[in-house]
């Protein structure tokens, strides 16, 4: 019997998975940690879950677009994934396959996703991405998850929607308001507006983004269930 294990990088993305998901154990917390937007974490969260137990890997959570044709709310199940270091990390087959089937209703695409230790914040990062590998989105965690369940051979998977699309940058107040931890810092984020008034439209674009984003990860978690995990 397999024994789910998840990564996420905002504490919404865990609330989205616990209120939605029957794939785990209880109590589903212990199976479900948050990276805070670091590769590095999202690999040692990630061994910790195979430590207590777990037998397969999922990476879930929000991402940044890197094809053109992807737009906020997109739903991309990873077939590979492309590490910092060039290397790629295939998903297990038939585990994507049959998410794919399930989430056909939400448009879900297989496509490889790409793994970056910094943030991709503007379309010359994204464009300069999507040229090198060929990936249809980005985020931060996925690539720990990969490493991880490679090293111990265990099946894993991607699930991931995008926010931010390809055309758009990311105002760096952004950045200041996020913690390590992955949680939202308001003050950090007044104070990074106070700096440059002139990024508010833009911040404001992004949380639009972000709703969009994580209505369809809500979305396609409900409709997998408790067939999230592998077969």
């Given at each position: 019997?397999?024994?789910?294990g998840a990564v996420?990088?905002?504490p ?16 589903a ?11 590095a974490?999202a ?8 430590s ?9 959570g ?6 053109p ?16 270091e060039g290397?790629?990390?295939?998903t297990h ?5 049959r ?16 793994g970056?230790?910094y943030?991709a ?7 300069d991405l ?8 980005v985020d ?7 490493r991880?369940?490679a090293?111990q051979?265990?099946?894993f998977?991607v ?6 699309p ?7 107040s ?12 308001p ?13 508010l ?13 994580l ?8 409709v ?8």
């Amino acid at each position: 019997m397999s024994r789910l294990g998840a990564v996420v990088g905002l504490p919404i993305e865990r609330t989205i998975l616990r209120l939605q998901a029957s794939a785990f154990d209880r109590p589903a917390q212990q199976w479900i940690e948050i990276a805070g937007a670091s590769g590095a974490r999202a690999e040692a969260l990630a061994q910790t879950l195979l430590s207590r137990g777990a037998t397969a890997l999922i990476s879930v959570g929000i991402a940044g677009g890197l094809d053109p044709r992807l737009r906020p709310g997109a739903l991309v199940i990873a077939s590979e994934v492309a590490d910092p270091e060039g290397a790629r990390i295939p998903t297990h087959n038939a585990w994507c396959e049959r998410l794919s089937a399930l989430l056909r209703t939400c448009n879900a695409r297989v496509a490889p996703i790409a793994g970056v230790d910094y943030m991709a914040s503007s379309p010359h990062q994204k464009a300069d991405l999507y040229r090198k590998t060929s990936a249809a989105a980005v985020d931060m965690e996925s690539h720990g998850v990969a490493r991880a369940a490679a090293r111990q051979a265990v099946p894993f998977l991607v699930l991931r929607a995008v926010a931010d699309p390809a055309d758009r940058g990311l105002p760096t107040s952004i950045t200041a308001g996020l913690g390590a931890n992955g949680t939202i810092q308001p003050l950090a984020t007044v104070a990074a507006l106070a700096a440059r008034p002139q990024e508010l439209p833009g911040l404001l674009s992004v949380a639009g983004n972000t709703i969009a984003a994580l209505l369809s990860l809500w979305r396609a978690i409900r409709v997998a269930g408790n067939a999230l995990g592998p077969p």
